[in-house]
């Protein structure tokens, strides 16, 4: 008995990558893969085909071919049609090959930056992950009709604008796959920091983001002589947040701090994937955002608790991650990390010069309260951590400011 | 003198296709002025649109029509591209791509 959902969710992108491929039309290639699915169900009941995947292509690909015979100008465009042998219907075996691999265009063309970020995100999920509207659509909060509607927007500019089905020049290949990785990371980051939707749809968005990113890596590896660095730090820094995803929230579901975290359940196998991986990616190139940020994500990982943590190492991440990537929240980190490898006196100067643009973050506030609790000038930590916790609408968080306002005798 | 006209009207009230009464009256609005007129050509709408800028050398590619007060509408290049990337690739080596930005726009043909 086969899974369809399952065979569904794994086979749906590289089937949908080649129809596109074959015809030219996201539409047109979704709605034939959708009734081969459909078909599926009905016929596949006692005997199930030896090779699913052929079977759906081939029946996807029919329907297409049905569907553009009604069309103008059709025998041009079913004349230009690669060939399908169409004995892999009932061969014998599971013979992936018998369907072309087209899913490194679909990526490429999915995070497209003619794209908004919203529509390529919702493109990928939809396209490469498999996922239904719906679910997209709850991951992030917005309506379904709305989503659907994304989505035919952005089918529609790839369609008016011609924007193409293929993989970039060399030339442009740095830019375009960075606008790829940024989809990835954003698809993790929406599971892993929202404050919002349900544990299991952020475990499975994060879960999707590791996919899809080893996807990447996967395809790239076919077609250049070597997978560009910062793609390896990319799955290592998923893999390496992603491996504490069990101690970082507690009983009540409340986010745990790192430094507090049992790390004794955290995903060993998953660490040592990743630190393997960051270490290889910093042998070869020089180290980009996303491999500083994993050499971070690794030292952590490698620390028995916080205090033993090579606070040095990390202070020195940070500083060069400061030079690839200026912004006032890693400049927050930077500070944070400064507080614990050589005392709040020395980092306090540090966040003080971040006031003016981390004025409403709320984090800012809860670092100072810190760095004053712990340089011993308790009234000055109370008002930072009683401006926190205005300022910060996180359940959890609230919380723990709570508790230390309460320390500190305020209420 | 050449003078380049620019039709600025609200792309909405073209969403359902285009009056009929009205494009006759770009025909014969065509015909009337066929010799002063060089070229023109409708666009499609701006949700097809792309804006490109290059700045410290790198391209800046972004989802949507060119939205900036402070820049004016200095000049046009009509051209053939075989799709989107290769029309960028020429928006980005326009020099006002450096200091300004570059609309792509696909043109509408009228089947």
């Not at chain 1, 018998?98 to 490429?108: G, H, K, S």
């Not at chain 1, 006032?328 to 966040?351: C, D, F, Q, R, Y």
């Not at chain 2, 790198?58 to 989107?84: H, M, N, S």
Request: aromatic letters at 6%; one cysteine or more.
């Amino acid at each position: 008995m086969i899974d369809l959902d399952r065979l569904c969710r794994a086979e749906w992108g590289r089937l949908l990558s080649s129809l596109i491929r074959a015809f030219g039309d996201i539409d047109l290639a979704e709605e034939s893969l959708q009734e081969a699915f459909a078909a599926a169900v009905l016929e596949w009941g006692k005997c199930p085909p030896n090779n699913p995947q052929a079977w759906l292509y081939g029946t996807a690909r029919h329907r297409a071919i049905d569907r553009i015979r009604h069309r103008a100008r059709s025998q041009e465009l079913l004349s230009s049609l690669a060939p399908f042998d169409e004995r892999h219907l009932q061969s014998t075996g599971d013979n992936h090959d018998a369907v072309p691999d087209e899913r490194l265009r679909l990526i490429f063309t999915c995070c497209h930056p003619a794209l908004s970020s919203e529509a390529q995100v919702a493109l990928t999920l939809r396209t490469l992950g498999g996922l239904t509207t719906e679910e997209i659509a709850h991951a992030f909060l917005v309506p379904a009709t709305t989503m659907a509607q994304r989505l035919v927007r952005a089918k529609a500019k790839i369609r008016e604008a011609a924007i193409p089905y293929r993989v970039p020049e060399a030339d442009d290949l740095p830019e375009r796959l960075s606008a790829v990785m940024a989809v990835l990371y954003l698809v993790f980051n929406e599971g892993y920091a929202a404050a919002h939707g349900s544990e299991l749809l952020r475990r499975s968005l994060c879960q999707e983001a590791i996919e899809l990113t080893r996807l990447l890596r996967s395809l790239l590896g076919l077609c250049l002589s070597e997978v560009p660095a910062e793609v390896d730090s990319l799955l290592a820094l998923m893999l390496l947040h992603n491996a504490r995803r069990d101690a970082r929230v507690g009983a009540d579901g409340e986010l745990v701090l790192l430094e507090e975290q049992d790390r004794s359940r955290w995903d060993r196998a998953a660490i040592e994937e990743g630190c393997a991986l960051v270490q290889g990616a910093l042998e070869r190139a020089l180290p980009g955002s996303y491999a500083l940020e994993a050499a971070i994500a690794a030292v952590h990982s490698e620390s028995p608790n916080a205090q033993d943590t090579d606070w040095r190492q990390i202070v020195g991440l940070y500083a060069r991650l400061l030079r690839v990537h200026p912004s006032p929240v890693v400049g927050l980190n930077h500070a944070a990390a400064v507080a614990m490898a050589e005392g709040p006196a020395a980092a306090l100067p540090l966040l003080e010069a971040l006031a003016a643009p981390l004025a409403d973050y709320h984090l800012w506030h809860a670092v100072r309260a810190d760095l004053l609790r712990r340089m011993g000038r308790p009234r000055e930590a109370l008002l930072c951590y009683r401006r926190a916790s205005e300022l910060s609408s996180n359940a959890s968080e609230l919380r723990f400011l709570a508790r230390r306002i309460a320390e500190l005798g305020g209420s | 003198m050449k003078y380049l006209l620019l039709i600025y009207d609200n792309e909405q009230r073209w969403e359902k296709g285009y009056d009929k009464m009205e494009l006759a009256e770009y025909g014969a609005f065509g015909k009337e002025f066929a010799s002063a007129i060089i070229g023109g050509n409708a666009l499609k709408p701006t949700a097809t649109a792309t804006t490109v800028r290059v700045r410290d050398g790198k391209r800046l590619t972004t989802d949507g029509p060119f939205a900036e007060t402070k820049e004016q509408l200095g000049g046009y290049y009509l051209v053939e591209a075989a799709d989107l990337d290769e029309a960028i690739g020429i928006a980005a080596k326009i020099p006002a791509a450096r200091h300004g930005s570059i609309e792509v726009r696909p043109l509408m043909i009228f089947a």
